[in-house]
């Protein structure tokens, strides 16, 4: 790592309504380094990102870039900078080609684009970073570890000398991430820098050289990797209190099915490919059967076919023994399943109404908060307020839009509502994603909580490390099949990640 500063953002404060986001924030980056930048969900390290890449604009602060002050209007600017994102959710369009997105929007490009010499240059750069993917295939062909290489890929084609990577192995396979890891250190050795937002403590020890730690909008810490004795330490400065990294949990006792789904497969529309076939598996009560792969296997397809939000070509749902099969999912919900979507944003909440209405959506119809039309609005205040407090939602009041809450938090309230309105099911699909150490913590200890309480829990998960520690089964899928279905005990990492890659579970 060199000593020139290549970024230092000074006394950077953003304001949000109800919230400050940032207060004079400092931050530092060298050439050559990694800086890990953690903190709680809410603690403004995505705002402060966004700055950087002109998606906000500071309400007070200066940036200097190269040790130039810089006035950064737009990601045009930033980029302009030598300076990149890659988001959590990838901004790419899945019906153009690689080549296609990785110039789309540059500006100077000739009407007619010259793909020829943009694919060559694409294979240049692939060959160099060990980034293999194929310029002429169509987004939607690519798994989610090369559409990843392809944002990676249109950074460094635009000249990105410093990349930000929000949660970066969020949606990887064991194998993927040490790639990443590789392609990070050949970055590095040519000069680039990167700021590393992440919540896995891991990664952190493995890819960093420096961690700066947020809490509440403030920087409370910044200390070299080096100096970290062991992951609890840096656990217990990003949410100031000791986090344990193990589960109190006794053995299950499985009661009778009350999920099941049987041959269950989904065509694709305008397409005879299938993206589910001959799905079948059983949960009982008392038990987490844990869904292991990576993203865009079938998992958002399974769930949502369970929950009755997509419909099914063939086969059946059954929820505690009645056929519920494309039934509507008032249906569903009313036969006592919760449901945690993948996509929080557009299926979780309705991001204009408060917080407080978020959280009652399931309670609504029900005597505790309404009297047949009339909703009682001292009893859903209560019930709001106690949802905020068991779950820890940082919201500046229960009357706050959803929309306005950090990623975190905004998972918080799905999770606070589905999981006190379970009635028997729980689907849960990707629940820690995106939540800070402790957040993770605590939803962990609730699955387990439903489990002994006696509820069937079907829980997706990427992270091998949670399903190994919370499920008591778990089945990988793999294009739209299940590869095997194992006892937790049975399940390694090395044989849960080669059937992630499509082997069967006899083969690993």
Do not use: W
Request: charge should be positive; hydrophobic fraction near 40%.
């Amino acid at each position: 790592m060199q000593d020139t500063v290549v970024v230092q953002m000074v006394n950077i404060t953003k304001h949000f309504p109800g919230v400050l986001a940032n207060d004079s924030v400092n931050l530092i980056l060298h050439k050559g380094e990694v800086l890990a930048l953690l903190g709680e969900n809410g603690a403004g390290k995505s705002t402060l990102m966004n700055m950087l890449v002109g998606l906000y604009r500071p309400d007070s602060g200066e940036i200097y870039v190269n040790g130039k002050l810089a006035e950064i209007h737009s990601p045009q600017n930033s980029m302009a900078l030598g300076i990149g994102m890659i988001h959590q959710e990838f901004m790419l369009v899945g019906n153009m080609t690689v080549a296609e997105n990785i110039v789309l929007g540059m500006k100077g490009l000739q009407l007619i684009p010259p793909l020829d010499e943009i694919k060559a240059k694409i294979r240049e750069l692939s060959t160099r970073y060990s980034l293999s993917v194929n310029p002429d295939k169509y987004i939607q062909e690519l798994s989610v570890g090369e559409q990843q290489r392809v944002e990676i890929l249109k950074l460094l084609y635009r000249g990105a000398q410093i990349l930000i990577l929000d949660e970066p192995t969020a949606v990887l396979t064991p194998g993927e991430s040490r790639d990443l890891n590789e392609i990070i250190k050949k970055m590095l050795a040519e000069g680039k820098s990167a700021i590393f937002i992440t919540h896995k403590m891991d990664e952190v020890m493995e890819f960093s050289h420096t961690v700066q730690v947020l809490r509440k909008g403030k920087c409370i810490n910044i200390v070299p990797t080096n100096t970290i004795k062991k992951i609890q330490d840096l656990a217990n400065m990003m949410v100031g209190r000791d986090v344990l990294f193990t589960l109190d949990r006794g053995p299950y006792h499985p009661t009778g099915t009350k999920l099941e789904v049987r041959n269950l497969t989904i065509k694709l529309p305008g397409s005879n490919r299938a993206a589910l076939e001959n799905v079948s598996f059983r949960v009982n009560g008392g038990e987490i059967l844990g869904i292991a792969g990576v993203a865009g296997n079938g998992q958002q397809e399974l769930t949502e076919a369970i929950t009755g939000l997509r419909r099914i070509t063939s086969g059946e749902v059954l929820i505690n023994g009645k056929n519920l099969t494309n039934h509507p999912p008032l249906d569903v919900i009313k036969n006592g399943v919760s449901h945690i979507p993948a996509d929080r944003g557009k299926m979780g909440i309705v991001g204009d109404m408060s917080v407080g209405d978020n959280l009652a959506m399931k309670k609504y119809r029900t005597r505790e908060l309404s009297n047949h039309l009339v909703i009682k609005k001292n009893k859903m205040r209560s019930f709001a307020d106690r949802l905020i407090k068991v779950f820890g939602i940082k919201t500046p009041t229960r009357e706050t839009c959803a929309k306005f809450l950090s990623g975190g938090n905004i998972q918080k309230t799905i999770l606070a509502r589905e999981m006190d309105n379970c009635k028997g099911i729980l689907i849960a699909v990707y629940p820690s994603r995106g939540l800070d150490v402790g957040a993770t913590e605590t939803v962990r200890q609730n699955l387990i909580k439903q489990r002994d309480s006696g509820s069937a829990v079907l829980l997706v998960s990427e992270e091998l490390e949670e399903l190994q520690m919370v499920a008591d089964k778990i089945a990988v899928m793999f294009e739209g099949q299940i590869m095997g279905i194992l006892d937790v005990k049975d399940a390694t990492t090395e044989a849960l990640g080669l059937m992630m890659t499509g082997v069967s579970r006899r083969q690993a």
